[in-house]
């Protein structure tokens, strides 16, 4: 097994996460979706959020029991531009999935449509529901709350999850805007991946009990299970570099993730009880606006492509060559790792290889298999 870095071609690992979600009890079809969910991540550059998660946040949690491989997608409450959804603990791509197309489908026929879901489970990247949106010619837009991670401005306990909000805008470019962000000033994930490459954090991004700042990654990943450390909201800590705007645009999510769908909140989300793991039931919100209701399509995406091509054009800082708007990062990334695949760490080739060897997967041969 080699300790650098590997690249695995983009179809052997989609192929590979599909049968590791069949092997721990997920159906064929909502695999594939699972799948294809966390290779759009490594595929963007998202490394965070893609191949590096498949078993510690999904394969693992399945064989704790704290989540179902097979998705009960029960619709609690619809109107005919909303709709309640609870997902019983199933798998939370697959959730995500109908519900954006449920939100889309309603979008078409009314103008707008929003779905809301209660007792869901880590859906991966937010943007890959919010890109089904501008697919469908539409602007697309969602948030989920999480485990307690953030701490409020002026406050050292973690109370609010990451939340991202995320909006997809499609444009007349090659790529639409998305962007796709938690409200703390990092996340679990690039710690998590940062814990694989074994780096220190930098500093600001980690709280202790006392709002001094903590940069050993792998006791801070314990540490914030235990309530003992906290991340920053996005701005940082305090006032002065508006920390409590990133505080307040995560209330705003873990307010839209529970108060709709009388979902469960803030520390009802530890996903402990009682010393043992149990469900986190997690909430998300998934809106659709059809553009069409308000001007015609082409022209809308045009004026969104020189607003972005303009930005782009601007005066830049001394000793800067570009300026990027969002999503442009991520289509870059595929453009590059096209012909490349996955960036596989060493803890992540031990990950897979244990994945394989317990569910007996031997058809794949990966190039760090020694």
């Known amino acids: 097994m080699k300790k650098e870095i ?65 998705t009960n997608f029960e619709i609690v409450r619809e109107g005919p531009t909303t ?43 937010a943007g890959y529901y919010a890109t089904m949106a501008t697919q469908a010619g539409m602007i697309g837009i969602t948030g989920t709350n999480a485990r307690p991670s953030i701490a409020p401005t002026f406050g050292v306990e973690n109370m609010l999850g990451t939340n991202p909000l995320v909006f997809g805008i ?34 600001g991004w980690v709280i202790d009990e006392l709002g001094n700042p903590r940069t050993d990654t792998h006791q801070v990943l314990a540490d914030l299970v235990k309530g003992t450390a906290a991340l920053a909201p996005l701005g940082g800590i305090g006032e002065e570099l508006a920390g409590y705007k990133g505080y307040g645009y995560a209330t705003v999510v873990e307010i839209l993730s529970a108060a709709l769908q009388g979902g469960s909140f803030l520390k ?66 595929y453009q590059e790792r096209r012909n490349k695949g996955v960036p596989v760490n060493f803890e992540l080739q031990k990950e897979i290889l244990a994945m394989q060897k317990e569910l007996d997967l031997h058809q794949y041969a990966f190039p760090f298999q020694t």
């Open 170 to 203: 499609p444009s007349d470019e090659e790529f639409p805007f998305v962007i796709d962000c938690a409200t703390s000033i990092t996340q679990r994930g690039k710690i998590e991946v940062y814990d694989k490459l074994g780096k220190e954090l930098p500093e």
């Open 6 to 70: 590997v690249w695995v071609d983009f179809d052997t690992m989609e192929s590979f996460m599909t049968d590791v979600f069949k092997g721990i009890g997920v159906p064929e079809e909502d695999a594939k979706i699972c799948a294809e969910v966390l290779i759009t991540a490594d595929k963007r550059g998202i490394d965070s959020h893609g191949t590096n998660r498949l078993k510690p946040i999904y394969y693992d949690r399945i064989k704790d029991g704290i989540q179902f491989p097979v």
């Open 83 to 125: 709709a309640v959804v609870d997902g019983h603990d199933g798998m939370g791509h697959v959730i995500s999935y109908k519900a954006m197309s449920m939100a889309i489908e309603k979008a078409k026929k009314f103008g707008m449509g929003m779905v809301a879901v209660r007792n869901s489970t880590h859906y991966g990247i």
């Open 268 to 333: 009802m989300l530890l996903g402990i009880e009682n010393g043992k793991k149990v469900p986190y039931h997690l909430g998300h919100f998934f809106m659709a606006i059809d553009i069409s209701a308000f001007i015609d399509l082409e022209s809308f995406k045009k004026t969104t492509g020189d607003i972005l091509r303009d930005l782009r054009a601007s005066k830049k800082a001394p000793g800067e060559e570009r300026i990027y708007t969002a999503g442009e990062k991520e289509y870059l990334a």
